[in-house]
């Protein structure tokens, strides 16, 4: 009995007094603190922008691997130095290569030409943690956790006044948005997860997101789909973060939608495309000759080649006039990180054979 009493008078008041005491003279001036460096980190970063330039970020780690994506940067990055000609460029990346070697690649693959001397690499170091194969498991979520360490990484390095993603890593916009305090762009290609996705686990296919195992066992089939749907709220959480949003295509553009709902803020910026040498071209096709299709893709799981090939097969039902032997061949290569596993990086042609 006394002891309760004692308690309730001077046990719970001490308590509150502690906190109270914590709350005045730890956590208010560390907010102030907090708040005054802050405002001071953003201050010093619009005087140097005025002063020299904006320094514009682009995230690409995989900036030499010389494909579409890789052709958007190239052609986006001497859109703004033309526009912008007191800007400075910044590219974060994992590549290795020499600053000149990437930039003639650049040249010789893209005709896009570059002053070397405005455009700076910052190197990362934590390739390993963007690498689908380090993680067998949760791939999409772990490797998604992974941009945000290496995006981490980024901003530990340099902190710019503008941000652009163009590789669709939408995790590392919370850290540019509220850590580096500046306005953040993207451009996707592709989204991560989309709902067919989802349906395709529903209905438990087995693709190349779907194992077999899973796609068995109605138990597992639900916490799948749990999974997705967590990583995709997740996924329209980050991607909200983003103030400019542009979308490769009517496709994307209506995934992007249905996953981050910013219809105001997406864009569809069609991808450049070089043709103005192709036009250049004479054709050497004679009314006699058989009739070639030949499409050009990564290997990679999500452009369902078979799929292209029975579109194919049905085509030929269609071909009234050109009942000749025509042949389509798939012709493609394969990035680093390419989930078809035991093929290696490079080029390559498959020859699809005839179809009668
Ligand atoms: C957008 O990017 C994806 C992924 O690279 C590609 O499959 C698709 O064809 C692109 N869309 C357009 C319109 O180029
Ligand atoms: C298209 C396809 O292969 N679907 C399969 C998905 O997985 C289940 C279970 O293994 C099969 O029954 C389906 O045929």
Request: proline share 6%; charged share 20%; net charge positive.
């Amino acid at each position: 009995m006394i002891f309760e009493l004692l308690s309730l008078i001077v046990i719970l008041p001490m308590i509150l007094l502690g906190v109270l005491l914590f709350g005045a003279f730890v956590i208010v001036p560390c907010a102030f603190i907090f708040a005054s460096w802050y405002m001071r980190i953003n201050e010093r970063k619009l005087q140097r922008r005025k002063r020299d330039g904006a320094n514009i970020a682009f995230f690409h780690p995989y900036c030499n691997a010389g494909g579409g994506g890789e052709r958007v940067l190239w052609v986006a990055i001497k859109a703004i130095l033309t526009r912008y000609p007191d800007s400075h460029i910044y590219i974060y990346t994992v590549e290795t290569a020499e600053p000149k070697a990437i930039l003639n690649k650049v040249q010789n693959h893209f005709n896009v030409k570059l002053e070397p001397e405005r455009i700076n690499f910052v190197r990362l170091s934590l390739q390993k943690v963007i690498e689908p194969q380090t993680y067998p498991y949760f791939t999409l979520l772990l490797q998604s956790l992974g941009t945000m360490i290496l995006g981490m990484e980024a901003f530990m390095k340099f902190n710019p006044d503008i941000y652009i993603d163009t590789m669709g890593c939408a995790f590392t916009y919370p850290i540019f948005r509220y850590l580096a305090q500046c306005p953040v762009g993207c451009y996707t290609h592709y989204p991560v997860v989309t709902a067919a996705m989802m349906r395709r686990v529903k209905h438990r296919l087995v693709s190349y997101n779907n194992r077999s195992a899973i796609a068995r066992n109605p138990l597992l089939t639900w916490c799948k789909l749990l999974y997705y749907k967590v990583f995709g709220w997740l996924y329209g959480v980050a991607g909200r973060r983003a103030d400019i949003v542009m979308v490769n295509g009517s496709w994307t553009e209506e995934h992007i939608h249905e996953l981050w709902r910013r219809p105001l803020s997406t864009h569809r910026v069609y991808p450049p495309c070089e043709v103005s040498e192709l036009k250049k071209l004479r054709s050497l096709v004679r009314d006699s000759d058989p009739i070639r299709i030949l499409s050009v893709a990564q290997f990679r799981p999500e452009k369902d080649h078979p799929l292209m090939l029975q579109a194919m097969y049905e085509l030929r039902n269609l071909l009234i006039k050109n009942e000749m032997l025509w042949n389509k061949g798939i012709s493609g290569s394969f990035l680093r990180d390419s989930i078809c596993e035991g093929i290696p990086e490079g080029s390559g042609t498959v020859d699809a054979g005839r179809i009668r």
